[in-house]
């Protein structure tokens, strides 16, 4: 006859198990008071199997040999957090503006005996290099609100990231893998392609949250590359898909009159006739390069 270990299934790692013995998330969140704020963008994540998940995504493997420093922005009562410590995370700061949060945490700060430091702040305002050594990857339930204008923030210096694991609203996340052509192609797809390698890893639905949001997410993994798409001076680059896509039914000559309109795409070898949408990354930066 065997009989069943109940330790079996628990991991190796003393901090994940302690992570794994805490109350659960709903506790902590009830103790510190920490009532979901609109304003804040919260919308919890407390299934453990989601979290995991997303960790796994991230690079994580518990026992690995992590390197370096793992970023999560916004942690709130600590869903993900607690997921990255059980995945093996060593070096995890956290960066959360609700001081309500920084309190539901503390018992997570203490399990984690010094894998986790927390940052109260508004990560606007966190520059990621002083929040330890490279390679840095980001992973985050971003809050909706400030989750595109944080991306762009990290992608002025991508060499400062190894990854970035980030769930956004669907609408967001199509913007930003938007091949030529697509229908959500646009600014931020030309940017964060040029800088790095994009995909949906999976979608994630409103009921998975706590309070549900109106719209479907999906966890986005960007990968800067080495060097970008195509040579190109970014803020050259911005100025043209800025004015390109303001107006993105009507023809180059016409939306870029400001920057040099047919001239301009002569020496960029585009046909004035062109729409936006029907321009690679690689057509912006030719452009780019004649203004
Ligand atoms: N990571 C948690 C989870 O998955 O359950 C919470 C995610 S919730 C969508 C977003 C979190 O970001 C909230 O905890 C909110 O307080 C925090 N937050 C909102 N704006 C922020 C900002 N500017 N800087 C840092 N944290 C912020």
Do not use: H
């Amino acid at each position: 006859m065997t009989t069943s270990d109940p330790e079996a299934d628990l991991p190796q790692d003393p901090i994940a198990r302690a992570v794994l013995s805490l109350p659960p998330l709903r506790d902590a969140i009830a103790a510190a008071g920490l009532s979901a704020k609109k304003s804040l963008g919260q919308n919890f994540l407390l299934d453990l199997n989601l979290t995991r998940r997303i960790a796994r995504a991230a690079g994580l493997v518990p026992g690995g040999l992590e390197t370096g420093t793992t970023i999560e922005i916004g942690p709130g009562p600590g869903g993900l957090t607690r997921a990255l410590l059980i995945q093996g995370a060593t070096k995890l700061v956290a960066v959360e503006r609700d001081e309500r949060a920084i309190t539901a945490l503390s018992t997570l700060v203490e399990a984690s005996d010094g894998r986790l430091e927390l940052v109260c702040a508004d990560a606007l305002d966190v520059d990621p290099e002083d929040l330890g050594p490279a390679p840095r990857r980001i992973v985050a339930n971003l809050p909706y609100n400030v989750g595109t204008r944080l991306l762009l923030n990290w992608l002025e210096t991508p060499e400062q990231f190894a990854s970035f694991t980030l769930m956004f609203q669907r609408e967001v996340a199509e913007r930003l893998v938007a091949p030529t052509g697509g229908e959500a192609y646009g600014r931020l797809s030309v940017l964060a392609q040029w800088l790095c390698r994009v995909k949906i890893l999976f979608d994630v639905p409103a009921t998975a949250f706590t309070p549900p949001p109106k719209i479907k997410s999906s966890v986005v993994q960007l990968i800067p590359r080495e060097a970008p798409l195509a040579p190109a001076d970014r803020a050259d680059l911005e100025r043209v898909t800025a004015a390109a896509f303001a107006q993105r039914r009507k023809m180059l000559r016409q939306s870029l009159k400001g920057l040099g309109g047919d001239a301009l795409l002569e020496r960029a070898g585009i046909k004035p006739t062109e729409r936006p949408e029907q321009l690679s990354i690689e057509d912006f930066c030719r452009i780019a390069n004649a203004l």
